[in-house]
Structure formats: C-alpha cells, structure tokens
C-alpha cells in the first residue's frame, strides 16, 4: 500500500512539475502585467491635465475617459488574477512538503 502511494505521489510530481513552470513565468511577470497599464493611465491623465483641465480644451476629456476605463478594467481583471496567485503559493508549499517527503521515503 505505501509503495503504491509513493508512485502515485511520484507520477503527481512529474506531471505537475511543468505547470508550475509555466505559473512560475506569470509570476515573474506580474509587476509588468499589473503596472504598466497604471503607468499609461498615468500618462494619460497627466496629458488630459496638463492640456485639458488647465487650458480648458474639452477635447482632451476622451484621454481622461480612456484612461478611467484603463485603471477599472486592469483592477477587475487584476483582483482575481492577484487572488489566484496567492492560492498558488499556497499550492507550490504543498507541492514542496510533499517532494520533500518523498525524497526523505
């Protein structure tokens, strides 16, 4: 019974190993998939305040609705994407106590 679960643990690992590869990527881009869309917001709204708000040119509003749409909508997608992260912290400290146990058997 154990060596059946130690093998069934061991094929877990090995088909497992390449998602996590693959997570691991995203984790490294996250600050860039998160902050540059805030930064052209940025951009944008300074532009909008610089020539809109300050000259009085109301053709510059469509730069501030642009970037308003930009902020909300990288928060709603951002806000499950960062939740989803920290659930697989929690995955990636399971999946290391385990290969630890299998390496100690």
Do not use: C, H
Request: no cysteine; charged share 20%.
């Amino acid at each position: 019974m154990m060596i059946n679960m130690r093998n069934n643990e061991i094929e877990y690992l090995k088909t497992d190993y390449s998602n996590l590869k693959v997570i691991k990527t995203e984790l490294l881009l996250t600050p860039i998939l998160i902050s540059i869309p805030f930064f052209a917001a940025a951009i944008l709204i300074n532009n909008w305040f610089i020539n809109g708000f300050s000259k009085g040119i109301s053709s510059y509003n469509g730069e501030l609705m642009l970037a308003i749409f930009i902020i909300v909508g990288n928060i709603i997608f951002d806000i499950p994407f960062l939740s989803s992260m920290i659930k697989y912290k929690k995955i990636l400290n399971q999946y290391k106590k385990l290969s630890k146990k299998i390496k100690k058997n």
